[in-house]
């Protein structure tokens, strides 16, 4: 009987609680959750976005964290080698049974992982800070209005910068308008200024088929617009051609759905791609010291 009670109490405060809630209260808590459910929705959208962005390659350059990396990973293990050496030496000599062992051969190696070490950051860092002033440098150049069609990002040293087709190009052709004379005009300034970089002209568009008598698909278009942008940067402002490749990846590399307008918009573009030369960093590492045995 006592527990019959206590339940009638319990669903009865439960039931005083409840009816405290009004409906306008309650319709207006429900359109707090569906806004917070809608600015999720639209954090999840450009979180989505921003990944594509970041997946992008870099050009084929070898990443020279991973040597660092690698090099860092090498010090530490002749490191470990010396001290088990050290303490090799250290019971040999207890012992009155001390072996052969070329602790100054190690020792040489270890200072000179760790001056190849120094040299590779010192290289990374210079890069870093050429690609920082660089992009100023073009940024400040550019309009209001320019900054609009022109985007500017550095990922994993290397310096993209991309431009909208209608900004280019006129409609559907790879024939570069008279609105982009300005724009090209400030890139190459910036190209020419920073001698020490290789430039790659690259073209992508939608997924949008085109068949004309001189471009007989998508991957046509992609590489003539690329060209006819490395031959402006050539003929018409000055740009070093043994610094300039002309690519073309067609509808195959998007970094938006072609499933909108706004998505097809973002995928037809020209990215003009700018990196440090490579053989700067493979005569770093075709000088990386050699690694011995340093087996007891």
Known sequence: MK????????????????????????????????????????????????????????????????????????????????????????????QNSLGSVNISKLVDEINASNRFIKQLVEAKDRSDSLNIVLTNNLTRSLTNAEKQEVDIQVLKGVVYISLADNMLYKSGSYEINSRASETLSKIAKIIKDYKEYEVLIEGNTDDVPISRPNIRNNWDLSCLRASSVVQALQNDYGVDPQRLTAGGRGEYNPVASNSTEKGKQRNRRTQIIITPKLDQFMELIEDAPETSDTSL
């Open 3 to 94: 527990t019959k009670n206590l339940w009638l109490t319990a669903i009865a405060v439960t039931l005083m609680f409840t009816s405290c809630i009004s409906k306008k209260e309650y319709q207006a808590l429900l359109s707090e959750n569906n806004a917070l459910k809608t600015e999720n929705a639209s954090l999840k959208d450009e979180n989505n976005s921003s990944r594509i962005k970041l997946t992008e390659k870099n050009a084929n350059i070898k990443s020279l964290q991973d040597l660092l990396d690698a090099e860092k990973k090498r010090n530490v293990e002749l490191r470990q080698a010396y001290k088990d050496l050290q303490g090799s030496l250290d019971k040999s000599l207890q």
